[in-house]
């Protein structure tokens, strides 16, 4: 069993679209996290639920929208997508806001044509 | 802020070697720092952490980090690097109250030859 997963693995779409990315822990955990891998392989945080309740919105455009359903399910919402949101899109989960190491996910490449 | 730093982009060492992959953090606040690991395609792995108990950190696959705080440094270090060790590694910095937020580094791919 997966402890995160996200579906699609690979999403090819055309500027403009509206697309979705979900992800799934089955960890226990109470916090989830959404990260950006740019082409350089540099990482950003970009949103954080603990429990359903946003933590982090780490000045995001509001093309981005994160929905947690319940504490296991944390999923990326992203309209009218741009060039510049080609990017690799790792979920991941923690045992609360706590940092001590969290589990990711085995990511998300959006290519935007 | 915080900031980590990890000299090198690119680090190159034979079979049987020793790894040592450096990184600097800067922070106000005692910091808690990470090692990842991320193999092509692939999610990140945590390899070993430091939580304030001891500055020498064991972690997975024979790594090891030391936590200087004179130094503001966090490298990585294995004794015997192994063709499996090729891959990207990333430090990161958080600390408390920031509700989980880890800064990473901008990554340092190991590549190891035979």
């Known amino acids: 069993d997966t402890a995160v997963s996200q579906t699609p693995k690979y999403l090819v779409t055309q500027m403009g679209n509206d697309k979705s990315i979900k992800c799934e822990q089955n960890?226990?955990?109470?916090?989830m996290y959404w990260y950006k891998q740019d082409s350089k392989k540099f990482l950003k945080i970009m949103f954080s639920?603990?429990?359903?309740?946003?933590?982090i919105n780490e000045t995001v455009p509001n093309r981005f929208s994160p929905k947690s359903p319940d504490k296991a399910h944390l999923n990326l919402h992203i309209n009218s997508l741009e060039l510049g949101d080609s990017a690799v899109y790792f979920c991941?989960?923690?045992?609360?806001?706590?940092?001590?190491?969290?589990?990711f996910g085995s990511g998300t490449r959006l290519t935007v044509v | 802020a915080q900031s980590v730093t990890q000299l090198g982009s690119h680090v190159s060492v034979s079979e049987g070697a020793l790894v040592l992959l450096r990184c600097n953090y800067s922070?106000?606040?005692?910091?808690?720092l990470f090692w990842y690991v991320q193999y092509p395609n692939q999610g990140l792995q945590l390899l070993l952490k430091y939580t304030s108990a001891a500055t020498l950190v064991k972690g997975i696959n024979g790594f090891e980090a030391e936590f200087k705080k004179s130094e503001t440094s966090f490298h990585l270090t294995k004794p015997s690097a192994h063709m499996s060790d090729a891959a990207e590694y990333f430090c990161?910095?958080?600390?408390?109250?920031?509700?989980?937020?880890?800064?990473f580094g901008q990554g340092t791919e190991l590549s190891v030859k035979p």
């Open positions: 922070s106000s606040v005692p910091p808690y």
């Open positions: 991941a989960s923690g045992p609360g806001t706590y940092n001590y190491g969290y589990t």
């Open positions: 960890l226990g955990h109470d916090t």
């Open positions: 990161a910095v958080t600390r408390l109250n920031q509700g989980g937020k880890l800064i």
């Open positions: 639920y603990n429990n359903k309740e946003l933590i």
